[in-house]
């Protein structure tokens, strides 16, 4: 029974990216990325019409992937098999209050405007907005949020986590992952490879995006979790998914799985920036690079899962929205940022803009 006072309206938002139901909505949810000035920082009016081309020129590519898959994302239901459980450990945390639990897409349905009018109509008393993307970036969280503030007018107080990079439950759960596929690689010479989801370099060094930083936290947080278990072990982190002629945060992935080959090992690799099984897992780490760990000898070649439903990541998830409601605006849940980050919204005084 929870000590806070009882009989509230809680409405709880989770963030995420969103992905395609079919075939026929890749185009969209295509410009709906690209069309996000966190992603093309140019004025609209040039924005939109790249947005429309490049949306175009990748549909038939993308749909390709998204046919290895069934035809189209499986996140949205991943996702809400994760508002379920966390819905029901909140809600046993907070039994004397109504606890509903939100899923608000940033470039597919539910679109965030869709979810706010949701929000607003079940007349909560506070607001819980809670990304699942456990590291801060201006291209993930800080986007999510923007397009919610813009969207909500709905009743209750707000409060966000920004983040949640070295959190205990989610720490455990990548770890429990992570050593089941080192027990399959046992007596093979393997690198533990720390895949996170890329971007530009100039998002850090120029725009103060603390991503990066809050990648390497977690990293420490796993491997220090593995290594009380096991002892030391070959470990590297890596950023995949990296388009365009700009230079992005490396290694890439293909890059640090090439190296492993060359040096003789093979690769265990885990989505340390996803929380779920979507495009990038399923294909992009499991078929692209598979195939080219195979190609350039790196063998074995495992992934951990996303962690998904495990127990103790859903506990931390509730560990962060309980929380939230003893601080006002925008904050992190357990440690934040080290550096005094300029795009770091707690920095900013809990202001999300």
């Known amino acids: ?203 850090v060094t120029g725009k103060g995006d603390p991503y990066q930083e809050q990648i390497e936290t977690t990293v420490a947080a796993v491997v220090a979790a593995i290594e009380a278990q096991r002892g030391e072990i070959d470990h590297a982190i890596s950023y995949q998914s990296r388009v365009g002629p700009m230079k992005w945060l490396g290694p890439s992935t293909p890059e640090a799985i090439e190296t492993a080959a060359k040096d003789g090992v093979g690769v265990v690799v885990t989505p340390i920036a996803f929380v779920s099984e979507h495009i990038e897992t399923l294909v992009e780490l499991d078929i692209e690079y598979g195939e080219l760990a195979h190609e350039k000898g790196a063998s074995p070649y495992l992934r951990a899962p996303a962690v998904g439903i495990e127990p103790r990541f859903i506990d931390a998830l509730a560990d962060a929205a309980v929380g939230a409601l003893s601080h006002a605006g925008v904050a992190p849940f357990g440690q934040g940022c080290k550096a005094d980050w300029k795009a770091c919204p707690h920095r900013k005084g809990g202001q999300a803009a």
């Open 1 to 203: 029974m929870s000590d806070a006072t009882p009989g509230r309206r809680i409405a709880v938002v989770l963030f995420n990216l969103g992905g395609p139901d079919d075939q026929a909505s890749v185009k969209p949810f295509l410009f709906n990325l690209f069309n996000d000035p966190a992603i093309i920082g140019l004025p609209g009016i040039f924005r939109t019409p790249l947005a429309k081309l490049i949306s175009s020129r990748r549909e038939t590519s993308a749909q390709a992937n998204y046919a290895l898959m069934g035809g189209g994302s499986p996140l949205l239901p991943e996702t809400r098999r994760q508002a379920e459980a966390l819905q029901a450990v909140v809600g046993a945390r907070l039994d004397g209050d109504e606890v509903k639990v939100f899923i608000a897409m940033r470039y597919w349905h539910p679109l965030t405007e869709e979810t706010a009018a949701e929000v607003a109509a079940f007349g909560p008393d506070e607001v819980i907005l809670l990304p699942l993307y456990p590291q801060f970036s201006t291209t993930t969280t800080e986007s999510s949020l923007k397009a919610w503030n813009a969207a909500y007018t709905g009743p209750g107080v707000s409060r966000a986590v920004c983040c949640y990079p070295a959190a205990t439950g989610w720490v455990e759960a990548q770890a429990q992952a992570i050593g089941e596929k080192l027990d399959e690689a046992v007596g093979q010479p393997v690198r533990l490879l720390f895949s996170a989801h890329g971007i530009p370099e100039k998002l």
